[in-house]
């Protein structure tokens, strides 16, 4: 596989740069369950500005993987869900979830032990 990735490279490459960024894989988890409202995102993602998940919302939406549907409230709600595309991208999510929750500690042991290696050096 990893030759073919290297092959295709010009195919690969614009398709994970859409979907690799700061904040694509956790808004597409947290509204993975059910559609939510940029609020109930926001509050999800904690530490996301408005500025940022508003951008990274129209990217989704452009690139398929999420709905934007206005609410007929007062005032005007608006709320975002996963697309079938955006939905196919759930098990590599996790998995890649569950690796940063299981490594995590290693890699910031390893930043540790580079940063004194060079502090010492």
Known sequence: MAQRALSEMPQIRPVLDK?????????LIAICPKPARFNEIKRRLNGITHKALADALKRLERNGFVTRTVLP??????????TPLGHSLRQPFEALCGWALAHGSEIDEAGSRYDNARHAA
């Open 19 to 27: 979907i690799a960024d700061k904040w694509t894989i956790l808004i």
């Open 73 to 82: 409230t007062a005032p005007i709600g608006v709320e975002y869900a996963i």
